[in-house]
């Protein structure tokens, strides 16, 4: 079936510090990934995505690259701000269908 | 609204108690979306309407979960003879067709 598997948290980095967290992924054929975004107190907000291999989601400094060779989907950021601190899940949408596969999440913590 | 509405924010239920969740989309929206999300965990898909057309419920756990939204804009989720298991966050989403989702704030559950 369709999985989702990310980094386990939280993780908890200092400001400026260069993120990564992993995410990767079961499913067949060519799914779409995302990466949503909950702040605290807030909903889920799409971060970023990518629709096919090798493409690149960018989004608020975040990257991340569709790997289809190592079905994988990592966050990276280059300099993290505390404002970044947030829950991030990685998701997945299989083509053709409407609903959304998501990760366990990841806690992120930025200290000043 | 300016974005999907929850209502209640909080709901607290003795076991065996029925209950209903209410969603409010944003307007003009087709798809819409109930998710449960348990804690420390990554939103688990319930259901999908498109307008008022019930397409996929797979995900409801069992017979005690019904969703409904009779004017293809509202919609509520209703859980009866309520269980511990039932506790969790209970998140809507909505869309135009095969657009970008918005997700509200949630209602979060808590079954005694």
């Known amino acids: 079936g369709n999985s989702v598997t990310q980094m386990e948290g939280p993780v908890t980095l200092s400001e400026e510090a260069f993120l990564t967290i992993n995410c990767t992924y079961t499913?067949?054929?060519?799914?779409?990934l995302f990466w949503y975004v909950q702040y605290p107190g807030e909903g889920l907000q799409l971060l970023l995505k990518?629709?096919?291999?090798?493409d690149k989601g960018s989004n608020k400094g975040f990257e991340a690259t569709y790997r289809k060779e190592t079905t994988s989907f990592h966050l990276e950021k280059g300099s993290v701000q505390v404002s970044d601190s947030a829950v991030y899940f990685c998701?997945?949408?299989?083509?053709?269908?409407?609903?959304?596969?998501f990760g366990q999440g990841t806690r992120l913590t930025i200290n000043p | 609204g300016a974005g999907v509405s929850q209502s209640p924010r909080y709901k607290v239920a003795k076991r065996g108690q029925d209950v209903a969740l209410r969603c409010d989309p944003i307007?003009?929206?087709?798809?819409l979306f109930w998710y449960q999300q348990a804690l420390g965990q990554g939103p688990e898909f319930l259901t999908y309407?498109?307008?008022?057309?019930?397409?996929?419920k797979s995900g409801l756990p069992s017979d005690r979960f019904f969703a409904e939204r009779p004017e293809g804009s509202v919609s509520t989720l209703k859980i009866q003879r309520t269980q511990q298991e039932d506790s969790a966050v209970y998140l809507c989403?909505?869309?135009?067709?095969?657009?970008?989702?918005?997700f509200g704030s949630g209602t979060q559950l808590s079954v005694l």
């Open positions: 990518a629709t096919k291999a090798d």
């Open positions: 998701a997945l949408q299989r083509q053709g269908a409407q609903k959304l596969v």
């Open positions: 989403a909505s869309s135009r067709l095969g657009e970008k989702l918005f």
């Open positions: 307007s003009g929206h087709v798809s």
């Open positions: 499913a067949t054929g060519y799914p779409s």
């Open positions: 309407f498109q307008n008022e057309a019930q397409l996929d």
